[in-house]
């Protein structure tokens, strides 16, 4: 039997294109392959936090901001008037949930979107808000007001359930964009 010169280059791209879709860039669309699979920040793993933050807004990945945010953040004065509202805690639930933010901050994870963010943040700021950060005003810069403030299912760009499908499981990649009323997003 003979192999012609035609089944070995075509052996060889398949080769060359299966490779490609196992090292493509988990956060990049790849070379030929999107892997939406991997998350860019850990999802919440914590059932405390899940619950206690989970119950008033998207319990958002400790990942995203740095430790220093989170411990000014879950302070005894500022869960009083946590964005205006009182979340305080008891003192075993908070302490819980502050030593699992600080331990999975940005400035704490190897995970890629975790490392932009924290790198985006100056070593003297303390942000509050995750839509402060500027990786996340880079990467939200291009949408239309009125695709999010003026769109009543998404209202603010802190609502990220509303267009990150994969949010909770910390996978906030382009290709896992739907806007309510608009659809996929591409910029």
Not at 32 to 37: G, T
Request: proline share 4%; net charge neutral.
């Amino acid at each position: 039997m003979k192999i012609s010169h035609v089944s070995i280059m075509i052996a060889f791209l398949l080769s060359v294109l299966s490779t490609s879709a196992v090292y493509a860039d988990s956060e990049s669309k790849g070379w030929f392959f999107s892997k939406s699979s991997s998350p860019g920040v850990a999802p919440v793993t914590n059932n405390a936090y899940k619950e206690e933050c989970g119950a008033c807004h998207f319990p958002y990945q400790p990942g995203f901001l740095p430790a220093r945010s989170w411990e000014k953040l879950l302070s005894t004065t500022s869960l009083e008037n946590h964005f205006g509202e009182n979340a305080e805690l008891d003192e075993a639930t908070r302490s819980e949930i502050l030593n699992y933010a600080i331990s999975n901050a940005a400035d704490k994870s190897s995970h890629k979107r975790s490392k932009k963010m924290n790198a985006s943040i100056g070593s003297g700021d303390t942000p509050l808000r995750i839509t402060e950060v500027s990786y996340f005003k880079k990467e939200h810069d291009e949408i239309p007001k009125r695709l999010v403030a003026d769109n009543a299912k998404v209202k603010t760009l802190s609502n990220c359930k509303a267009c990150h499908e994969k949010a909770d499981e910390g996978i906030f990649k382009e290709d896992t964009v739907s806007i309510p009323g608009h659809g996929r997003w591409n910029d």
